[in-house]
């Protein structure tokens, strides 16, 4: 009798050590190539870095998610683009004007840049990302109306713009006006624990890469894929994931586009130095 | 009556290969009744063998929203060696239906991918119907695990 | 959003004889009818309900479609060409609307 009980302790235990051992998974070991095109995936970290190495979620996905992602066709991601290569091409607004009508050919015109947003911008003294560009030329240079966050073909056009830049390694330029004070609100506001569950992007972020937060496998949460196919929510933008997050730690929501949004874009792009645009990657 | 540990295991091990030995389908290939009652419906009662056919589903799903599956059926599909169709089903899901693949001769090769749901832990079932009345089925396990963070 | 331009890929040529691998993306919602709204009401079911292939008028592959098949909709199937023609795809959704493709393969 007390051998069988000893026996089932045993059992017990095994299993929960199992269970606990598929709770931390390390980043994969692999090359990502998109359609032959190599993307680095892997980075010397810049300096001041709390890594040494940035990795690039992806490494941290099953194979068959990485699978998706390698292939520009299966990339369901890709229908987005596609989506947003019909409104660069479409005449909006009073003007009589679409995007192509000043930028022309967007693989050449657009081409890396997505790689540099943020950016400072002189005109608000404030960054400016991919999304409140568009919504500038919508407005100044083609008499539209803007996109309201995640409406109408923001994240569309947002994806084929930032797409044009896919391979080439994130930077952005810190040095411009006042970005190293928005680089340090930032990075402040990624440190700071929030909400009723009381947690920073750090804590899980940096302090649980490779654990388990539910169903999803920690990765380092950077933005170099964004806006980004998620396979349970479709296309997810870089605010609308950043709201997400905040939104389940239990905190009061910071607005897209808002100073604390536009500050942790800045810092959380920098955290991703080196690693190449994916936009659109394929996430869980 | 007062159970000790080894007896109620016991007994539990034991309803356990009642449900199981209950199941229409062999013991080996044994899903829900509704999943079983579809299977039975496509093949026209016939009770699937195993073989010909085989299904490729991950382990773990990332996420239950969109899982990658293929099927595939070792078959000439020329004159009377030709798969008909061939039924996906969850036998997990609120409606056990997924797909149904029709093939012909000019398929070349009887196999498809595609993407499917699950709401849940479950088995991905894959049954071939051939011109000849055969019948052969394929079942995989998916381990779904939900919620995560954001979004 | 207007509705978008299926993508379909096709090998541009072929050799006679040869089975040729399609790929196929819809963007589709596929909206199952399990979900609820805001206020607890469900979500009336509206998905792509039908797929087909069809080579020089031909039915070559077809797949009935049941709500537990993802959003945008994906299929990779084979089709045997043994001369040159035209692939039609179809995709019929529940309220009616037909949405149709065709690539071209040129067989040696």
């Not at chain 2, 991918?113 to 849940?120: D, E, G, V, Y």
């Not at chain 3, 309900?49 to 199937?77: L, R």
């Amino acid at each position: 009798m007390k051998q069988i009980l000893i026996g089932l302790w045993v059992a017990c235990a095994a299993s929960a050590i199992l269970a606990s051992g598929l709770a931390f998974a390390d980043p994969v070991d692999e090359q990502l190539s998109i359609d032959g095109k190599e993307m680095i995936v892997r980075a010397k970290a810049p300096q001041g870095h709390p890594f040494d190495e940035v990795l690039s979620g992806w490494l941290f996905r099953t194979p068959e998610t990485r699978a998706l992602e390698a292939d520009g066709f299966d990339n369901p991601g890709n229908l987005s683009v596609q989506d947003g290569e019909t409104l660069w091409n479409k005449v909006d607004g009073s003007a009589g004007k679409s995007c192509a009508s000043c930028h022309g050919n967007a693989a050449e015109s657009m081409k890396g840049i997505g790689a540099n947003y943020p950016k400072w911008d002189e005109k608000t003294k404030k960054p400016i990302n991919i999304e409140l560009q568009i919504n500038r030329c919508r407005t100044e240079q083609m008499g539209a109306e803007a996109y309201e966050f995640d409406k109408a073909g923001q994240k569309q056009l947002t994806t084929y713009v930032r797409s044009q830049a896919l391979g080439t390694p994130v930077s952005v330029d810190l040095a411009k006006g006042e970005m190293q004070k928005w680089w340090d609100m930032g990075k402040d506001l990624y440190y700071t624990r929030t909400g009723q569950l009381n947690l920073s992007c750090a804590n899980c972020h940096e302090d649980s890469i490779g654990k388990m937060i539910r169903a999803d496998h920690l990765s380092q949460g950077q933005t170099n894929g964004f806006p980004t196919y998620r396979l349970g929510d479709g296309l997810v933008s870089t605010h609308g994931r950043f709201r997400g997050c905040i939104r389940d730690t239990r905190a009061v929501i910071p607005k897209a586009f808002s100073d604390e949004l536009m500050a942790l874009e800045v810092y959380v792009a920098w955290r991703g130095t080196g690693l190449s645009v994916e936009t659109p990657s394929v996430r869980q | 009556m007062n159970l000790n540990r080894r007896q109620t295991l016991g007994l539990s091990a034991a309803a356990a290969v009642v449900v199981a030995a209950g199941l229409r389908v062999s013991p080996a290939l044994a899903t829900t009744e509704d999943a079983d009652k579809r299977i039975m419906e496509f093949t026209g009662g016939k009770a699937p063998g195993t073989g010909k056919i085989s299904l490729t589903a991950p382990e773990i799903a990332e996420n239950g929203n969109t899982v990658p599956i293929t099927v595939s059926v070792e078959s000439a599909m020329a004159g009377d060696d030709l798969v008909q169709s061939v039924m996906i089903l969850a036998d997990g899901n609120p409606n056990p239906a997924v797909a149904t693949f029709h093939f012909s001769e000019l398929s070349g090769a009887a196999s498809a991918t595609t993407r499917m749901r699950l709401a849940k832990t479950q088995n991905v079932i894959a049954v071939a119907l051939m011109k000849d009345g055969s019948a052969f089925m394929d079942k995989k396990q998916v381990k779904v695990t939900i919620g995560g963070c954001g979004g | 959003m207007a509705q978008s331009k299926p993508r379909v890929k096709v090998p541009k040529t072929a050799a006679a004889g040869e089975v040729v691998t399609l790929k196929t993306l819809i963007s589709h919602e596929m909206e199952s009818g399990q979900r609820k709204d805001k206020d607890g009401n469900l979500i009336p079911r509206k998905i792509i309900n039908k797929f087909s292939c069809e080579f020089n008028g031909v039915k070559v592959f077809e797949c009935d479609i049941d709500p537990s098949i993802s959003a945008n909709p994906y299929f990779e199937f084979s089709a045997k060409v043994n001369e040159s023609g035209t692939f039609k795809l179809t995709w019929v959704d529940d309220d009616g609307t037909v949405t149709t493709d065709e690539q071209k393969i040129e067989v040696k």
